[in-house]
T-cell receptor, first 111, second 113 residues
Framework: QKEVEQDPGPLSVPEGAIVSLNCTYSNSAFQYFMWYRQYSRKGPELLMYTYSSGNKEDGRFTAQVDKSSKYISLFIRDSQPSDSATYLCAIAQTGANNLFFGTGTRLTVIP | EAGVVQSPRYKIIEKKQPVAFWCNPISGHNTLYWYLQNLGQGPELLIRYENEEAVDDSQLPKDRFSAERLKGVDSTLKIQPAELGDSAVYLC???????????FGQGTRLTVV
């Protein structure tokens, strides 16, 4: 069983839609939760970082962590064609030293 | 401030040939990681360095893969000999020592033919 599970999609939405991306994990010891965005033929770019439970908002992006359900989410409001990318969730117990990544969800925002 | 720099960006080699990838981390980041990303998958850790010491190389296939970070700054990952199954993207990342966030380079896309 993988440490973190992520629906690979692909997911296609019209411009302006609200996008919800999700991951589940199995080990309650994980405390660090991240979302990376990866454009085609580029490296992953750190998008959102959350420690422990709760919500974190940055512009059109909101990261949500529910430790009781072992469920993490990324919401994108007013999605734009430039948001088209693969979104990877990542989790860790002790910071950046041992990151476990999901498989990534490929998102396409249609103009 | 420059990010993590990797070279080359792309490499095509024949199987059984050697290949090397180079990484220069963000200035001041003592921790350096090499990750492997297969198509349609998330990155998987190969090796982690704290300064010049490899502190986690449990996932590195040591029969053909080697890495070094001699002066605790830039690093080289080598494969010898390469196999068809090594075709993937090799990503380098860095973080502050004990830090929470890792920052990735653009990756080297290896194709073994």
């Amino acid at each position: 069983q993988k440490e973190v599970e992520q629906d690979p999609g692909p997911l296609s939405v019209p411009e302006g839609a609200i996008v919800s991306l999700n991951c589940t994990y199995s080990n309650s010891a994980f405390q660090y939760f991240m979302w990376y965005r990866q454009y085609s033929r580029k490296g992953p770019e750190l998008l959102m970082y959350t420690y422990s439970s709760g919500n974190k908002e940055d512009g059109r992006f909101t990261a949500q962590v529910d430790k009781s359900s072992k469920y993490i989410s990324l919401f994108i409001r007013d999605s734009q064609p430039s948001d088209s990318a693969t979104y990877l969730c990542a989790i860790a117990q002790t910071g950046a030293n041992n990151l476990f990544f999901g498989t990534g969800t490929r998102l396409t925002v249609i103009p | 401030e420059a990010g993590v720099v990797q070279s080359p960006r792309y490499k095509i080699i024949e199987k059984k040939q050697p290949v090397a990838f180079w990484c220069n981390p963000i200035s001041g980041h003592n921790t350096l990681y090499w990750y492997l990303q297969n198509l349609g998958q998330g990155p998987e850790l190969l090796i982690r360095y704290e300064n010049e010491e490899a502190v986690d190389d449990s996932q590195l296939p040591k029969d053909r893969f080697s890495a070094e970070r001699l002066k605790g700054v830039d690093s080289t990952l080598k494969i010898q000999p390469a196999e068809l199954g090594d075709s993937a993207v090799y990503l380098c990342a860095s973080s502050l020592q004990g830090g929470d966030m890792a920052f990735f380079g653009q990756g080297t896309r290896l194709t073994v033919v």
